[in-house]
Every structure is written in structure tokens, then in C-alpha cells.
């Protein structure tokens, strides 16, 4: 499919996204920083969050670009769309606790459940199917989506790479919000947003991190997904 | 990375096929028919198998390309490399009775399980954690790999399309395998074997073609995967 063919395909079509406040939870984490740095950078309005606002702040004066800190609570009040960018290990807690201040949101889960071993990363088998299903359970009254899994923290958060050319494989049951979260995607240069299905199928798309560090390990890459013929 | 740098790395590094004998079991469906017609064309011996040997050889001679076709058992037999490319539902039965045939080849399984119902495809959970695992289980005398996970078979089969741009995600245990399987995926104009993990991880894998179907559907088209950086 040519370049043309691709910006005609009426499915790649996204809504204006530029008024809307991104929150990040677990901002402070190298996956969360890069994404926020990103984001910001493309002139979207971010917030980090933490359980501490001090250090939210701290994080959010260090990456500049007009990003903002505060607590969690505080981060998911304000913003339109919160990107959950925590440890699967604290991944239930976090949401549980937050479970009202994201009613009506819509909340993009990026975590991947892994674990690890002598003989690398292996995939987790969440309760719920995936992190993100776990997400959908525990807040009923958001709207949650699943992307931003096989991005580099590396190269998120280097300034000197400009272009990170790896598509965002988004999921979600919620076509709207679905759609809003491929723009944002779309905004960070050499990113696309494709649509990859229903949350029922995010396991696997949170899983496969586990090959991609394989990948990395033997070719020594920041390797990500391009999606072909679309 | 620059291509004289993918070419450089040593991990992309792969010995000589030229003489091996390829078998597909499964070699008269469209998955298996398809790479049969790739890697003819690309110089390899290639036999494809099915339950009834006159099937098997009708198909071949549709194929052309030197391509022979015989029994699952006389293909198993002949081959060094055996790709499995059978429905799930055969998966088991057909590997349990050609056990002995396959011992001491290189096997592998290209085999998705998913289930379908009106919302698309969706992952299924074998017993064993993946079809990969499966095979592995059943065929300890064997080298089980897994890879041809992603591929179109609308592609495959369609001699017009010269180049697939895609690359096929190649796993493992036994690091000689999956560096034959690499070097076989080589052969297809457009594609690159690289390496991605144990056969533990094999699950994701299979599974993401549920999210593939999901995109195709979408965006009306046949879409693969590229790993970036490498």
C-alpha cells in the first residue's frame, strides 16, 4: 500500500485531540517520563502522577515541555485521557483506589504483566485475561483502552532520537475512545495509532514485550512493531 | 540501524539450507500450500504432505515449481525440516502418530488456535500453554520451533505479489534450529527470520494473528509485522 493509499484509508481517520489533558499514573517511571516527554513535545498538555506530588513535581520540572506533577488522584481528576504506566504489581491497588476520580475517563492501560527468570522474561496470566481487562473490571464506569506496550523506554525518553518508527497497536470495545488514543499515538513523530481489536484480546499484545526483549537481547536493538500493508 | 548494519550483526547471521529438504504437513491448505509455493520458488526442495497421497501429489502439480507431494507419513520421513501446517484441531492426532517419522527433524509449527464467534477471533488456551508447546510435548524426539505465524496466505499464494515485506518471529529452545528456520524464512523475498524467543513464549505469538484478523477487518488489508531495529 503506498503513502497515498494509507492517508485516503478513511480507517486511519482521527478526532481532534488538542484540547485534551493527558494524565500519566506512574509518571515517574521510566515508561510513563518517556510517554509524558513525548506527548509533550508534540504540544498536548500533560500531567505525571505519583503517590508523592512532591516527587511528580520534582520529575515533571526535569522533563520541562510544560508537563505538569501532582498526586495520582489529582492527575486523574484533571485529565480526559490517563495513561496507566505502573508495575503490574501495583497495577489493581492503584486503579481500585481510583476508581471514582477516572469514572467517565478514558484510561489507556500500558502495563505488561512479565515475569522474569534465569532464562529471561515470560508472560503473566492475569486473573482477568490481560492488565487490560484487569483494568476494565476494576472501573466499570471508564472507558479503557490498551496501547503503548512495545514502545522503548530508552528511546522515549532520549531527546536525541527524534523519530521512533514503531506503530501503537491500540484495543479496546469503545470505538470513540478508541479512536482518540490512536491520534495521540499519531502525534509523536514515526508513531501510528492502528487499531488491533477488543480488550479481550490485549493478553497477548501485553505478552509479547516478553519476545521483544528477546529480540533485544540477541540483536542488541530497542526493537518495536511495525504493522505491514496498512 | 542502517541496512549495512542489520547486515552486519552477527545475530542476523544464518548457515546454508540449500540442501534440505522441506516437508509441510498440512501441505494442501492454503497457509501450507502457500509457503511450499515461497520456498520453491526460492530454490528449496519442498514436498507437501497430506492424509491422501493422490491429494497431496494433484496439489504439488498445481504448485509446480519442482514441488512433490506425498502421504504426511512418507513427507515426515523424506524432510529435515518439517513445517506443521495443519488445523488446530488435527494439531495433536496428526503429531502423536507421526512421532517416529519425525524424530530427529526440525519441526515448524505454524499453527494458530483461535476460536471465532460474531465479534471476530479470539485466542484459545491449549492445555500445554501454546500449539508450539503442544508440538514439543508430543515430539520430545524432535527439534520443535515455531515461526510462519503472521504470514497472509492471500499473499503467500498470490505469485503476483513478487515481495511480502514482513518478517517472521522465529522460536526456540534449540538455538541451531531456529537459526535453519531463520535462514529458510530468508529465502521469501521481503522476509527475515529473526529470532524471538523460547518456546514458552510461543502463545502471544499465535495468538496475536487474533488481532491481525481484527486490523485486516479494519483497515481491508492484509497485514503483518515488521520488527523495528533490527
Known amino acids: ?5 494509507s492517508a485516503t484509508n478513511p480507517a486511519h481517520e482521527v478526532p481532534d485531540v488538542s484540547q485534551l489533558v493527558v494524565g500519566v499514573l506512574g509518571g515517574t517511571g521510566d515508561q510513563g517520563r518517556g510517554l509524558a516527554l513525548r506527548l509533550a513535545k508534540a504540544g498536548q498538555q500533560v500531567i505525571i502522577g505519583s503517590r508523592d506530588a512532591a516527587r511528580a513535581e520534582a520529575s515533571a520540572a526535569e522533563l520541562g515541555v510544560g508537563v505538569r506533577g501532582a498526586d495520582n488522584a489529582t492527575v ?3 485529565s480526559d485521557v490517563v ?6 504489581d501495583g497495577h489493581a491497588a492503584i ?17 505488561n504483566p512479565l515475569g522474569f527468570d534465569k532464562q529471561g522474561a515470560y508472560a503473566l496470566k492475569p486473573e482477568e485475561g490481560s492488565a487490560a481487562q484487569q483494568a476494565a473490571a476494576l472501573l466499570p464506569d471508564s472507558r479503557v483502552t490498551a496501547a503503548f506496550h512495545h514502545l522503548s523506554a530508552v528511546l522515549l525518553q532520549d531527546e536525541s532520537v527524534e523519530r521512533i518508527d514503531t506503530d501503537v497497536m491500540v484495543l479496546g470495545d469503545d470505538r470513540e475512545a478508541t479512536d482518540v488514543v490512536r491520534a495521540l499515538a499519531g502525534l509523536i513523530p514515526g508513531m501510528r495509532g492502528i487499531y488491533s481489536g477488543r480488550l479481550r484480546n490485549a493478553h ?18 530497542h526493537a518495536g ?4 500493508d496498512v
Chains 1, 2 share one sequence.
Open 1 to 5: 500500500m503506498t503513502s497515498l493509499e
Open 76 to 78: 486523574a481528576r484533571e
Open 83 to 88: 495513561i496507566v504506566a505502573v508495575p503490574w
Open 95 to 111: 486503579l481500585t483506589a481510583l476508581r471514582e476520580e477516572l469514572s467517565g475517563k478514558i484510561v489507556v492501560d500500558c502495563v
Open 204 to 221: 497477548q499484545v501485553e505478552a509479547l514485550v516478553a519476545n521483544l526483549i528477546s529480540v533485544n537481547r540477541r540483536y542488541k536493538a
Open 225 to 228: 512493531l511495525r504493522i505491514t
